[in-house]
């Protein structure tokens, strides 16, 4: 039995896997990341505990408080050179992000094909790897609803929108999400674009925005689920 847990900038997520499945997932606001143990299945045992934490040293703690009775077999996974099968391009290995890193991993184990993994949560990340398991290297910009943020909090006049998607919007507040799902939408297709000579070249979303805007994207794309805590439970297995 394998405990994982992706500690993201909004959200805590965690998932059992045992006997080659997903026993149970969930997912808790990070202010509520010191009540983890209440959300947890009562009486586990876990054989192995991997973290990906980038939510900073005081989140930290209050995970490894829950996580006590398991720190022997706690792992705090950090990004290196190579792993089950991704080799890391950035020029600083150790400056990429934890969980950007485990979810190129849990990509790996999903496609040997060329794709982009891209993140779609506060921050929006946008990778690429090749076929052959290189990490080429990624973009990081703010995600939708950091956008919508930025331009309520620095301009005099526009609202903290809650518009919807159009495509000729007539009103302030569906300019507003319009525009920021455009630019989200936009990097990610300007990037595929650069892996779509391979006709088997897909991309991967994942995160809370990631329903948002699969439904806007152009290229060929899959929705999924926790490719943090995937990653996570291959490098466990490995």
């Avoid at 956008?147 to 006049?157: D, K, P």
Wanted: charge should be negative; charged fraction near 15%; proline fraction near 6%.
């Amino acid at each position: 039995m394998i405990l994982c847990i992706d500690s993201g900038n909004t959200r805590l997520k965690w998932g059992l896997h045992h006997e080659n499945h997903w026993v149970t997932h969930g997912a808790l606001p990070q202010a509520d990341a010191v009540r983890l143990e209440e959300f947890l299945p009562p009486g586990i045992q876990p054989a192995k505990v991997m973290i990906a934490n980038v939510a900073g040293p005081v989140i930290g703690a209050y995970i490894e408080t829950t996580l006590k009775p398991w720190l022997a077999v706690t792992r705090h996974v950090v990004p290196g050179l190579a792993a089950c099968g991704v080799t890391n391009g950035y020029a600083r290995p150790e400056q990429l992000g934890v969980d950007r890193w485990c979810a190129l991993i849990g990509a790996r184990a999903m496609t040997q094909k060329p794709c982009l993994v891209v993140g779609c949560g506060t921050a929006t990340t946008i990778d690429t790897l090749d076929e052959s398991g290189h990490f080429l290297g990624g973009m990081i910009l703010p995600g939708y609803g950091l956008m919508r943020w930025s331009l309520a909090r620095n301009t005099a006049q526009l609202p903290l929108a809650s518009g919807d998607w159009q495509r000729h919007p007539d009103n302030t507040d569906d300019a507003i999400a319009s525009g920021c799902l455009e630019a989200q939408v936009g990097a990610i297709e300007r990037a595929f674009s650069r892996i779509a000579d391979h006709p088997d070249a897909t991309c991967l979303l994942f995160g809370g925005n990631a329903p948002r805007l699969s439904g806007l994207l152009a290229c060929p794309h899959l929705n999924l689920d926790n490719l943090v805590l995937e990653g996570l439970r291959v490098l466990a297995d490995a």
